[in-house]
């Protein structure tokens, strides 16, 4: 049988079990090159002769996905340590085995890293999906709007190089500053930005009423709108990763999270706005698990989205631990019904259908997870055992979520081909709110209680 990529990991899991136990599996780390293939490297201190028979073993049951060179080494070899040691491994499950992955990467090595800390004030949030046309801009740009006119002072920015359209949406020709992020990501990679560069980042938008304050840093600047023939050329340059004077590698991720760091100040903005590249691109992991941002996921109600979305959910659920129950960035992961229907029922269907996928993913409520073991005795069912120690809900199990329940933005068709800067007249509590209140109460979630309620 020939064997494939999604084959190989439990392949080797299975001979690692087989040939050495399972706590030489546990304690040892799978490394899988940039070209999928597998070895093996164990805390175990093993003789040539062993090593000779197993590493035939495993290349036999591999085929072409054993590495050629050294599929197995044992404790003394060369560089053991140093992958045992490395902190970019990664504990997944592998069929019923705990598996510690070294996954090496020419491109999406992001991915790999794990969900940043929250971030602290102002509060970011990060709009993602996984194709466009589900709403997010138009949500991004109805909520900027939304806290402006509560008086509040908003920084939107479109890290969407590719589909752009958050600048075009809330700047005009006379408010576009001179670059856009393209331009940060390219010229950090030849010398440090200054406070100049910066402040020619942004550009004021007319969308804000004289309350608040909304500010814009578009994916394109003037530079690039003026000189289009050069765009692919700075995209071809923009994601690739940064070497400073001290040997340090800034990651896309790393550079965005200083980009958006070097503004997120609370004297100067009491909210971050965040336009992410829609799909799973590797650029997706800077937004989505870098910024220590709430994430916000748009989907419509239809199998694309939760095909794609299994696969982000599952791959974040390798970031659980047995014993992190409750890690604090799933807290912050929302689902959103963009382009909703009307009917309640249909609309329940799709919070039915995105507990399912957070289930289904891995991303289970820790007292469904985690339940004790307690021993109960056989028949009669009398003198359980009783822990005081162990809390009612725990036994008895939670029907709450660690993550919050979806929220939905209405279709309505007012808001098709949505051009706020023309049409201010749809940028009015009245008319957003009957079908973005839902949605724009779950933003203000996240301001501290006694702002939620500013100027309402």
Known sequence: MTVRFDDSLEILTDVIVKELGENALTTGVALRDVSGRLSFFTEADLNEERIKLISKHIRSKLGSYARTDRVLAGLND???????????????????YRVRLLDRRLVGADWLRAPAVVAPPPPRFVFASLKGGVGRSTALSVAAADL????????????????????????????????????????????????????????????ANRVGRID?????GRRSIDNPADVLAKIARAYTEDVGPDGRVATILDQIRELVDHFAQPARYDAILIDGRAGLHETTASSILGLGAEVLLFGVDEPQTFLGYSVLLTHLARFLHPKDLRPEWLERI????????????ERAAFVDRCQKLFMDSGLRPPTQAGLPDIALPAEPFNNVPWDD????????????????????????????????????????EELYRSSFGQFLDRINQSFPPDEENLGR
């Open 334 to 345: 929302t689902m959103v019904h963009g382009k909703a229907p009307s009917d309640p029922d």
């Open 78 to 96: 060369v560089g053991v340590n140093s992958v045992l040691a490395d902190n970019a491994v990664l504990a997944i499950k592998v069929g019923r």
């Open 216 to 220: 814009v840093i578009p994916a394109f």
């Open 148 to 207: 402006a006119s509560h008086g509040k002072r908003v920084l939107a920015i479109d890290l969407d190089m590719e589909a752009p359209g958050l600048g075009a949406m809330l700047l005009d020709a006379g408010t576009v500053p001179e670059f856009g992020v393209i331009d940060a990501l390219v010229e950090n990679g030849m010398t440090p930005l200054d406070d100049q560069f910066f402040t020619d980042l942004v550009g004021p938008s007319s969308l």
């Open 389 to 428: 120690e162990v809390r009612d809900e725990d036994v008895l199990g939670n029907d709450k979520s660690d993550y919050p329940e979806p929220v939905a933005i209405l279709d309505d068709g007012r808001f098709r081909q949505f051009d706020p800067v023309k049409h201010r007249d749809l940028i009015t």
